[in-house]
């Protein structure tokens, strides 16, 4: 089993900037791609942004330019930096991995994150 934390959620002003983090623990061994994904109000959840173990990434079109996701391998951790928010981007963000070895995929709990006009 992976365990996902995610913290750094909460509630920003437009125009303004938070950075989520979320670190794997438990059976960690072969974790593979790392993803961040977002779920608005009565909304689909979507994918915001992806990782691979090497560090190669991938974006949605709505957050290109003004996210951008990094991984630290040695501390199992996934980081979100998200610039120039917008009320649109106000959504439950879920950390997601993988684990090569076995293709287990596991969420976080998620983090709210709120974004005023």
């Known amino acids: 089993q992976v365990q996902l934390v995610e913290s750094g959620g909460g509630l920003v002003q437009a125009g303004g900037s938070l950075t989520l983090s979320c670190a794997a623990s438990g059976s960690i061994f072969g974790l593979n791609t790392m993803a961040w994904y977002r779920q608005p109000a009565g909304k689909q959840r979507e994918l915001v942004a992806g990782?691979?173990?090497?560090?190669?990434?991938n974006y949605a079109d709505s957050v290109r330019g003004r996210f951008t996701i990094s991984r630290d391998n040695a501390k199992n951790t996934v980081y979100l930096q998200m610039n120039s928010l917008k009320p649109e981007d106000t959504a439950v963000y879920y950390c997601w991995s993988d684990i090569a070895r076995t293709r287990a995929a596991y969420w976080g709990q998620g983090t709210q994150v709120t974004v005023s006009s």
């Open positions: 990782i691979g173990r090497g560090g190669n990434t």
